[in-house]
């Protein structure tokens, strides 16, 4: 079992960067895969990205070429990168682990079954 808290979100302007950072205490990280989804108002939890326990990331769909992620399993802890942010990415970002796998990780809100309380991204002008 784990418990995961995120930071590092707050309010920029369009086009302003931040870092998110997910930390974990209770079983290592290095036996889940973990993931980072948001949820924008009035709307589902979708997925942002994953990685797997050797380090491999998979961005999904219109992020890939603004967000990265990584995680440090020696400190228990997975980051999101958040560049060239729009309006549309204002929205609670959470971080998830999946205790049933550590590779090949899945894109689904209901695989996941530890989640942070989240961290609140807003872009505005």
């Known amino acids: 079992q784990v418990q995961l808290v995120e930071s590092g979100g707050g309010s920029v302007q369009p086009g302003g960067s931040l870092r998110l950072s997910c930390a974990a205490s209770?079983?290592?990280?290095?036996?889940?895969?973990m993931a980072w989804f948001r949820q924008r108002p009035g709307m589902a939890r979708e997925r942002v990205a994953s990685v797997e326990t050797g380090g491999r990331a998979l961005i999904y769909d219109s992020m890939k070429a603004r967000f990265s992620a990584s995680r440090d399993n020696n400190k228990n802890t997975l980051h999101l990168q958040l560049n060239n942010l729009g309006f549309e990415d204002s929205a609670m970002y959470y971080c998830?682990?999946?205790?049933?796998?550590?590779?090949?990780?899945?894109?689904?809100?209901?695989?996941?079954?530890?989640w942070g309380p989240g961290t609140q991204v807003t872009v505005s002008s």
């Open positions: 998830a682990a999946d205790r049933g796998r550590a590779f090949g990780c899945k894109s689904t809100a209901s695989d996941y079954d530890y």
């Open positions: 209770g079983d290592p990280l290095s036996g889940y895969c």
